[in-house]
């Protein structure tokens, strides 16, 4: 027999080893899914269950399966949703190749509508966005490149309602564009861009000027990577040697009320080369000067890192991060593999990879969130897989479903930022149309609260065009609908 001590102790270790037991199952067998291509979560047929497409369109029902939708209009390629013609239903862009719009007809099939051929050539990003606050939203598509030959422009186009997509701007330097996000980060009522270069070129924040144009802040906001000596590429641009950003994802780490950015660096083990950057807004006290929180935040170093997404999977009121790699085996024989880091709060990141069932996954590009099984948690897609969130934990959340008026802003939604005040803590979440490099998270936004001594919560949202409502009385554990007022 063990004495009393020695059962106390071992009680203890017990307790302390599962009190958060494995959250995720992949599920992509049961749900009948197999989709590698980089990840849109999207409801097209508004019926409540927010759907897939990965190059194919996959129907959620109810929930329980994904069914290939093999007859809906839509060719191959990358894309991401938005309701383009403010009909309340959500059409495709596909950023890849010469480009292509799919109008949603709403009877699960689309039709293609003729759209400019892209300068972009092989585009691996693009983002939804109201440019000019009218109500209607455009384009902003990334250029990459073809290696040591040419280097492609990046491109936006401006939605003319009936007459179509005409194209306002374009980038003024060709750089190696990979992923693009969008976020008003300086919460002036103007959407920016931040696009995550590649070969160690610094990253672009544009900072929209809203006349359909942008002013690359980046180096004075502190966003555009940690310069290391001068370097040429093709095309005869010249840069400081900054990172191999594949893909950033904005938002808000620390509960402060303010957008902050992740930047998913690639890097060689070699010196001069960007790790994976953690960046805390500064505010408007400091004109939004992004501060770097890297050293502190706990990310372990992998060569091959590619396409983050934040998303908060435990309820517990702190943004985790997921962040693929695209190497198998990497320099020096080491392995790379996709991490989940739980956000702790104060900038600090715990590795839970292994603990909650995602680890040993390939390679990929892929990485999205959304509560496939509306449960109130966030479950994910990557590597080809569905992994549902079980989660037995018992944070309290809330889902807003926000729509425009299609008049003042868009029905989408995208642009949107919400803010929620509890005790000292302001929660911030922002409708995005691109995340990590290509992929699309659920426009329906998610907030976890932890174990809050509340039943109801207040709204902030800031819309498009500095438009500003104000909700009361939201009761949490639910799912809430809201259209500007």
């Known amino acids: 027999m063990f004495p009393a001590r020695t059962i ?26 197999g989709g590698g291509g980089k990840a849109a979560f999207g409801d097209f047929n508004n019926d409540g269950f927010v759907d897939l497409y990965t190059g194919s369109l996959w129907r959620n029902e109810n929930g329980l399966k994904f069914v290939n939708v093999d007859n809906s209009g839509i060719g191959s390629g990358e894309g991401i949703w938005g309701d383009y013609d403010n009909d309340g239903k959500l059409d495709l862009f596909t950023f890849t190749g010469t480009g292509a719009l799919y109008r949603n007809k709403g009877d699960e099939t689309f039709e293609k509508i003729p759209f400019p051929e892209l300068p972009t050539v ?28 040419t280097v492609h422009p990046d491109v936006v186009y401006l939605n003319n309602g009936s007459e179509g997509f005409t194209e306002v701007w374009r980038s003024p330097e060709n750089f190696s564009a990979r992923g693009v996000a969008a976020a008003d980060f300086d919460q002036d009522g103007y959407v920016d861009v931040y696009v995550s270069n590649y070969r160690l070129q610094p990253n672009f924040l544009w900072r929209n000027n809203g006349k359909n144009g942008f002013e690359n802040v980046a180096e004075k906001s502190a966003a555009h990577g940690i310069p290391d000596g001068m370097i040429n590429y093709t095309g005869g641009i010249r840069y400081p040697v900054c990172g191999h950003t594949i893909g950033s ?21 070699r010196a001069g080369q960007d790790h994976p950057q953690f960046l805390q807004n500064g505010g408007p006290k400091n004109d939004h000067v992004f501060v770097d929180k890297s050293a502190s935040a706990g990310l372990a170093w992998q060569e091959s890192y590619a396409s983050p997404t934040c998303g908060d999977f435990n309820n517990d009121g702190h943004q985790d991060l997921f962040l693929t790699t695209v190497y198998a085996v990497g320099s020096g024989n ?106 699309q998270n659920d426009l329906t936004l998610h907030f976890g609260f932890g174990d809050v001594d509340a039943e109801t919560v207040a709204v902030e949202i800031l819309w498009p065009g500095n438009y500003k409502q104000h909700s009361e009385g939201l009761k949490l554990n639910a799912t809430h609908s809201i259209e500007l007022k």
Not at 18 to 28: E, L, N, Y
Not at 259 to 267: A, T
Not at 368 to 377: E, P, T
């Open 8 to 33: 106390f102790c071992l009680l203890i270790s017990h307790l302390m080893t599962t009190a958060s037991p494995g959250q995720f199952s992949d599920v992509s067998d049961q749900y009948g899914f």
């Open 122 to 149: 092989n585009s691996r990003g693009a983002v939804w966005i109201d440019i000019n606050n009218d109500s209607m939203i455009d384009l902003y598509v990334g250029g990459y490149e073809i290696w040591q030959k």
């Open 249 to 269: 994802c904005f938002s808000d780490l620390d509960n402060d009320g303010l957008i902050d950015l992740f930047v998913g660096n690639f890097s060689h083990p």
């Open 334 to 439: 080491i392995k790379n593999h996709s991490v989940l880091y739980q956000g702790k709060g104060n900038w600090k990141f715990e590795d839970v990879t292994s603990l909650q069932n995602v680890n040993a996954l390939p390679p990929t590009y892929q990485a999205a969130w959304a509560d496939i099984d509306n449960d109130g948690d966030l479950d994910l897609c990557t590597a080809g897989k569905l992994f549902r969130n079980d989660n037995q934990l018992t944070g309290k959340w809330l889902k807003l479903k926000l729509s425009g008026d299609g008049a003042r802003v868009n029905k989408s939604g995208i642009g949107t930022t919400v803010h929620i005040k509890l005790g000292d803590d302001v929660f911030t979440r922002h409708i995005e149309s691109g995340t990590g490099e290509g992929n």
